[in-house]
């Protein structure tokens, strides 16, 4: 474990290294406690760099066993290797050579998951960032691109599938060893060690066959855990559906004979786009109706979609530093967005990453880890894979499609793609693209991915009858972050409509002042007024359409312009921004009222809006459910910003689900009985909008009726994960002391017990049970049989839900869950740091909180920071947390 350095690494600092890596091939032995590693190296020293500069490469817990250059071992003298470090001093005195590393490593005890472990008896790696080095000394660093070569032999009984990047080249026994065998993979494509992969184990396989628009075949190949072949058809199918779509949209074709992914049980991240070879935790390819919910096929779809396209934009085109990391993930979380939007409902799918933007990333921008899209300097690269740098960075791309438009956008695209194929590429060198097709200046835009912040635009509105003009006056500003007391205006572009009595949007005769172009306002100043004329009735002003810009919006707009917005606007996205507006400020207010000790004040035309948008037969039935799924705790609680009581929320919104309940009950009670669906399951967006809306009435019904017997039906006669975990969770979130709860809960567990993904869910229902009971229920599931701090798929769904999830319960008033809640963060860090400092993430707010939880808070970070020596990764998030 990497131990607290206090080392910052700045992007100002940014130097090429003196020399490269032409040519890599590597060498494993496999062994569980005990492989070695053959690295030869081709070592070829730059123009520029002077003769006998040491050569200095990187290492993280290694051993050295041997080195050699052409052919010769190395004196003692002429170099220096501890774990961490390789420092060759005495080089040959030519441009060129050849450098042979041979290390061991253990496999088995990396319970970090970052370099070369094993996995329920898989041998598997993980790269990124800096994974590379637990391998083999190198240059790990994403702007040294070098073609591999790889040779694996391993037990053929213990591993029959050998796996790396590339294209299989040889394979057999080894000679004089029957009982092991080998494989020998090449990947032609230059690329960086973060992208290396190897697997090898004994797995099952669902194969299948891609044809690209030019004709050429490719092997398709999904690994997973004997038994579990059929859960991968799913995956499969949507790899194809990827392939497909980025020829089409992006004119991109795979470029190897082959496509492999290998789902793991035992992974820190979601997946990893390794070129050819890409490596997934097994929650993004397993799935069949029985045990995922229609969540889980999307986010399958969604994954698979991100890792393949990052075979053009990460591998093919990669970053040149870490501090261009949203070069690749920004525009590929952009990518996979447009992929989901075109196979399911494009409005929906807008509102869901809308929602996600605003329930992670913008807190993270309004708190002491807030950062730039790209950071300008960094302790622990790890824990800048982060909602800014993945959301707000697609969220910056879809910015550029907005201001030059959709052709343009496609051509500048095909710029990139044609100028940095087989480049190490900035973020400037992305822009400069985009600037090059249209002509326009982006230097301004720029600041998106060097100010820090949620930009704040207040719009402020004035109708003129007589002259018959709609003046909008906009102003922007952006408070100051960590590192950042000063910030220029940005380049906002905010989409719009006037939308007059009849729903329609009006057209003005003239625009004066302003930059307005069609149906987008660009906001450059900090203040601009812009003049609509030739508008004849006052109309209501629809902004940030789309969701056309990552901002804070405050419109003067009354209750009765936002139920008109949220029932005429042609933007479904505006509609639903006008409706959560109005029940955000409903449950702010009743808040207000719980912690005042009164009953929270209902307006019966909220109550009836809500009605209206659910029983409107027109809409998408999963836009309907988007909407009857009022604002979480955690929404109310980033709009409060300050003083908040997390239990006085929560009464709140409980108040205003009852009050829509009781309103409608006759009419949900109708509708939920109209949307059960006959006939085999389809993970479809249309069959899997009217569940959401159907178990979304499960909900209200339930509380309205006061009684658990609904979900207990529901969860006895459903055919599917999705109605059957929906139905579990309103008996545990809202009957969890019943007889009702507990069966079902033992039923699950009786059926699936043996199944950890599926238990995950399991885990997850009880720890997001509202209120102080949770953290008992917590501490005893940490001793159930299936729980294990070496797994993260089990920590994040029980201690990850617990933290993050479930508001009341963790931010108990009398601090028991945060002193809980370090105890575990300490207790992993020295395992895996990764995990951990994610997991201290869920305090990033915790200056938000009301006095008393804000102290217990602040305590156990505290203690966290005081305890020993901590991880790099967990120590980086600890001091910012507290700065």
């Not at 099952?204 to 050429?216: E, R, Y």
């Not at 398709?220 to 799913?234: C, F, P, T």
């Not at 559906?241 to 991109?252: A, I, N, P, T, V």
């Not at 326009?440 to 719009?459: H, I, M, R």
């Amino acid at each position: 474990m990497r131990t607290e350095t206090g080392q910052t690494f700045r992007l100002e600092d940014y130097r090429p290294t003196p020399y490269a890596i032409p040519e890599t091939k590597l060498d494993f032995s496999l062994e569980p406690e005990k492989t070695i590693v053959r690295a030869t190296l081709t070592i070829e020293r730059r123009d520029g760099t002077p003769a006998g500069t040491p050569l200095v490469l990187d290492g993280d817990e290694l051993k050295l066993v041997s080195i050699a250059i052409d052919g010769k071992p190395l004196a003692d003298n002429s170099y220096v290797a501890t774990p961490d470090q390789l420092e060759i001093s005495d080089l040959p005195e030519g441009k060129r050579f050849t450098l042979e590393i041979v290390t061991e490593i253990n496999p088995t005890t990396n319970r970090q998951l970052s370099g070369l472990y094993r996995s329920s008896g898989v041998y598997c790696t993980q790269c990124e960032a800096e994974g590379f080095r637990r391998i083999t000394y190198y240059y790990d660093r994403p702007d040294v691109l070098s073609v591999y070569t790889v040779h694996i032999d391993a037990d053929r009984q213990a591993a029959p599938i050998l796996l790396s990047n590339g294209n299989p080249v040889d394979g057999g026994s080894v000679e004089g060893k029957p009982d092991r065998h080998f494989a020998v993979w090449q990947d032609p494509h230059p690329k960086p060690s973060y992208l290396f992969a190897l697997v090898a184990g004994s797995l099952g396989v669902v194969k299948d066959h891609f044809t690209t628009q030019s004709g050429k075949p490719v092997d398709l190949a999904i690994y997973v855990e004997h038994g579990k072949e059929s859960r991968a058809v799913y995956a499969m199918d949507a790899l194809k559906r990827s392939m497909r779509w980025d020829e089409e949209k992006f004119g991109r074709e795979y470029d190897l004979d082959v496509f492999n992914i290998v789902a793991v049980s035992d992974f820190n991240m979601g997946a990893m786009e390794n070129k050819g070879l890409n490596v997934f935790n097994d929650k993004y390819v397993l799935a069949d109706p029985e045990t995922a919910t229609d969540i889980d096929y999307a986010g399958i779809e969604a994954v698979i979609a991100h890792e393949y396209f990052h075979n053009w934009t990460g591998n093919r085109i990669t970053c040149r530093d870490w501090f261009q990391l949203c070069l690749k993930e920004g525009l590929t979380v952009y990518r996979d967005h447009e992929f989901s939007a075109d196979e399911r409902s494009r409005p929906v799918k807008r509102i869901t990453e809308v929602k996600i933007l605003k329930a992670q990333q913008f807190p993270e921008d309004a708190g002491p880890l807030a950062h730039p899209v790209r950071p300008r300097e960094y302790r622990e690269i790890n824990n800048f894979y982060t909602a800014t740098v993945y959301e707000k960075g697609s969220e910056v791309v879809r910015m550029i499609r907005t201001i030059i438009g959709p052709d343009l956008f496609r051509k500048g695209m095909d710029l990139y793609f044609e100028r940095h194929d087989g480049d190490a590429a900035t973020i400037e060198d992305f822009v400069k693209v985009f600037a090059d097709v249209s002509g326009q200046d982006f230097s301004q835009f720029a600041l998106w991915y060097d100010q820090a912040g949620t930009p704040k635009v207040e719009a402020a509105f004035a109708y003129d009858a007589a002259k018959e003009t709609y003046t909008i006056e906009l102003s922007q500003s952006l408070g100051a972050t960590p590192g950042q007391s000063v910030k220029k205006p940005m380049h906002i572009p905010i989409a719009f409509g006037l939308v007059g009595p009849d729903g329609k949007d009006m057209a003005p005769a003239s625009i004066e002042g302003g930059d307005v172009r069609g149906d987008v306002i660009h906001l450059h100043r900090a203040s601009e007024t812009i003049v609509f004329h030739g508008i004849k009735e006052r109309p209501v002003p629809s902004l940030l359409r789309g969701f056309s810009a990552p901002v804070n919006l405050t419109a003067p707009l009354s209750d009765d312009d936002r139920a008109f917005l949220a029932l005429n606007d042609s933007d479904p996205v505006a509609r639903w921004q006008a409706l959560t507006g109005i029940f955000s400020q409903v449950l702010l207010e009743g808040a207000k009222r719980v912690r005042g000790d009164h009953a929270p004040a209902i307006d019966e035309r909220n109550v009836e809006l809500a009605g209206k948008v659910a029983s409107d037969e027109t809409l998408d039935p999963a836009f309907r459910a988007l909407c009857l799924t009022l604002p979480t705790e955690s929404d109310i609680a980033r709009e409060m910003g300050s003083n908040v009581d997390p239990d006085a929320i929560l009464a709140s919104r409980n108040h205003f689900i009852d009050a829509i309940a009781a309103r409608y009950a006759d009419e949900f009670a109708k509708l939920y009985d109209a949307l059960k669906q006959d006939g085999a399951f389809s993970p479809d967006a249309d069959a899997a909008g009217k569940r959401a809306l159907r178990n979304a009435l499960l909900d209200y019904l339930s509380r309205h009726e006061k009684s658990q017997q609904r979900a207990a039906d529901q969860f006895a006669l459903a055919d599917n994960m999705t109605d059957r975990f929906a139905a579990l969770t309103v008996l545990v979130h809202r009957f969890g002391d019943t007889r009702e709860a507990k069966d079902a809960l033992a039923s699950f567990e009786q059926q699936f017990g043996k199944d950890g993904l599926v238990m995950d869910k399991w885990f997850n229902v009880q720890a997001s049970r509202p209120g102080e009971v949770a953290l008992q229920a917590v501490r005893d599931l940490t001793k159930h049989a299936l729980f294990s701090l070496d797994n993260p798929n089990r920590v994040r769904s029980l201690i990850g839900s617990f933290s993050a999830s479930n508001p009341t319960g963790f931010n108990r008033k009398d601090g028991a869950a945060y002193e809980f809640f370090a105890d575990t963060i300490l207790s992993i860090d020295p395992e895996n740091p990764q995990l951990a400092a994610r997991l201290l993430t869920a305090l990033r707010s915790w200056r938000s909180l009301e006095d008393t939880r804000r102290e217990h808070a602040r305590a156990a970070l505290a203690r966290i920071s005081g305890a020993g020596k901590l991880s790099t990764d967990l120590r980086d998030i600890v001091d910012r947390t507290l700065a």
